[in-house]
């Protein structure tokens, strides 16, 4: 049976989307410019791997908001965003020869607050071959000290040279399986059990809140329910801590988690 996924692929003008989108094609689609604009409405192709349907869809280059009030622009960005709300994946690339800017930040803002799975691609690595482990290092270092609720390993490429093809399609094949699937009460508390053995929560109010139960119950987005006492005192470097070493616990990349806490009623407490 054959498997459809949406998947889109973002970020500011000019990082090498449609040469990225072409070579993972294996064919010149999309139209390649240097010109800032030269995709405006999205351009989509279907690609197969295994037993998996791929519709990717190249879209325009966003801009920083202040800049996206021209006409053309306006387009890009209602497309942009259309697109994004009925995609499985997106594929964020970024600029490896430049800085990380405000633009991108944005960008990736925008994918988050959608919920989406997400791929980091930093491309044009051709033009920091001396550089290239400091580069790598400042945009792993950038995403994990900014992003807790999300584990990514960003993917250095030269869309010019090289996309890593058949490991691009492998990880998306990938991503697709594990965001469909729920992962057993026995693996989270496992985990769980093992997370707070190392580090528990301070105490707070001369008590110490502690997280009993574990339950995964949605895979899309992937959301965890906690249960437990005295949760609302769970101070938020605890919860970014915490949520980081669950997805590392449980190998969740890629995805955004989400974790509702709950407090168990206390049955002696008279309504």
Do not use: C, W
Request: proline residues 3%; glycine residues 4%.
């Amino acid at each position: 049976m054959t498997k459809n996924i949406n998947l889109s692929i973002i970020g500011k003008p000019n990082v090498g989307k449609s040469t990225f989108f072409n070579k993972l094609l294996g064919s010149n689609i999309s139209k390649v410019s240097d010109i800032s604009g030269t995709t405006v409405f999205p351009i989509s192709h279907v690609k197969n791997f295994k037993d998996l349907s791929i519709n990717l869809v190249d879209l325009g280059g966003l801009k920083r908001k202040s800049k996206s009030y021209e006409k053309q622009q306006k387009v890009i960005t209602f497309e942009t965003i259309k697109q994004l709300k009925i995609s499985d994946l997106v594929f964020f690339i970024m600029d490896g020869s430049d800085e990380i800017t405000k633009n991108d930040k944005q960008l990736f803002k925008l994918i988050l607050n959608q919920l989406k799975n997400v791929i980091v691609i930093i491309n044009k690595i051709e033009f920091i071959k001396n550089d290239i482990k400091k580069k790598e290092n400042y945009f792993k270092f950038f995403f994990s000290q900014n992003y807790p609720n999300i584990l990514l390993k960003p993917i250095f490429i030269s869309a010019l040279k090289n996309v890593r093809r058949e490991f691009l399609l492998k990880k998306i094949l990938e991503i697709y399986n594990s965001s469909n699937l729920l992962i057993s009460n026995q693996q989270v508390n496992q985990a769980l059990k093992i997370i707070t053995q190392k580090h528990q929560p301070v105490y707070s109010k001369k008590s110490r809140p502690i997280i009993k139960f574990l339950k995964h119950v949605n895979s899309k987005p992937m959301i965890f329910k906690a249960f437990g006492n005295k949760l609302t005192h769970l101070g938020k470097d605890y919860k970014n801590f915490f949520i980081k070493k669950l997805m590392e616990n449980l190998k969740i990349y890629n995805q955004v988690v989400i974790i509702k806490y709950i407090n168990n009623k206390n049955p002696y407490n008279k309504k």
